[in-house]
């Protein structure tokens, strides 16, 4: 798949000398110029490219700004391009992988080339394994569920570079965490790609409630429950964990706080 490039450079010149040594290397494909800092943010987070040339300074937004602002709903390799050496630190510190400092010639183009698409090419591998990962954990799950019937009694989680089967009933919490979820169990704590909501519908109800949109509990692991306020609660586990109930969910846990379980 061919790289998405952007060059943000008020000059026009500038950007003219990157797009022929870009012309060089058969990995890039679309090449997009902007002339100033805003422009750059609403095309990174518009056509999200792969690798960034950036200038430092640029009329309405700098460079660094850019980068700095908090407004990049992506985030590429960045390489910045200027005339002014004395923004190299913080350039690193904004994790650039170079700092072509104007006139640079066709070698020195090169040279941070090649750094850039190995790093563009770790990363793609990088992704490449957690889906593998991912599909296989999956995979695993589904064997599981159809081998126990609608709930399985077995979880597949990845534990570093290790696939692990953990017993539904040793899950003490399960929380949400991004695009993960965490489970913790008597042997510590594993992450799963998935959302709290598919991990819920292969839990047993019976045993498992959802007490917070974050968290899932065991009930058979609650070692005490302590109010909090009239809707919420307080639930202390067996392994040291506390978590709070949300109000929204009162009607779950009405029976684990009235006892009449």
């Known amino acids: 798949m061919k790289l998405k490039v952007l060059i ?6 500038a950007r003219e000398i990157i797009v022929s040594y870009l012309e060089d290397f058969e990995e890039v494909g679309a090449i997009t110029e902007v002339a100033n800092g805003v422009e750059a943010v609403k095309t990174i987070n518009l ?7 950036l200038d430092i300074e640029m009329p309405k937004m700098n460079g660094i ?40 010639d066709r070698v020195r183009f090169h040279d ?20 593998l990962s991912k599909f296989q954990m999956d995979y695993a ?17 990845k534990d570093s570079k290790k696939i692990k089967h953990i017993q539904i009933e ?8 991004g695009d993960y979820v965490e489970i913790h169990e008597n042997q510590g704590k594993f992450l ?12 047993h109800p019976k045993y ?37 109930s949300g109000r929204t969910y009162k009607d779950q846990i009405n029976d684990l706080t009235t006892g009449n379980i």
């Open 112 to 131: 941070t080339m090649k750094k850039a698409l190995e790093k563009l090419r770790l990363a793609q591998l990088d992704d490449f394994r957690m889906e």
């Open 8 to 13: 943000a450079d008020d000059e026009p010149l």
């Open 208 to 244: 498992f409630r959802r007490i917070h949109k974050s968290a899932i509990i065991n009930i058979d692991k609650i070692a005490e429950i302590r109010p909090h306020t009239n809707s919420e609660f307080y639930f202390h586990m067996h392994n040291g964990q506390v978590v709070k």
């Open 65 to 104: 700004s850019v980068l700095d602002s908090g407004q990049l709903e992506h985030q590429p390799l960045v390489i910045f391009t200027t005339a002014y050496n004395q923004y190299a630190i913080k350039a690193f510190e904004l994790n650039a992988i170079d700092y072509l400092l104007k006139p640079f």
């Open 141 to 157: 799950n589904s064997i599981l569920e159809k081998e126990s019937g609608h709930f399985p009694t077995k979880l597949v989680v």
């Open 192 to 203: 799963l790609y998935k959302s709290i909501s598919e991990i819920q519908k292969k839990l």
């Open 170 to 177: 040793d899950i003490h919490v399960v929380a949400a965490a």
């Open 47 to 53: 056509h999200a490219p792969d690798l960034l040339f």
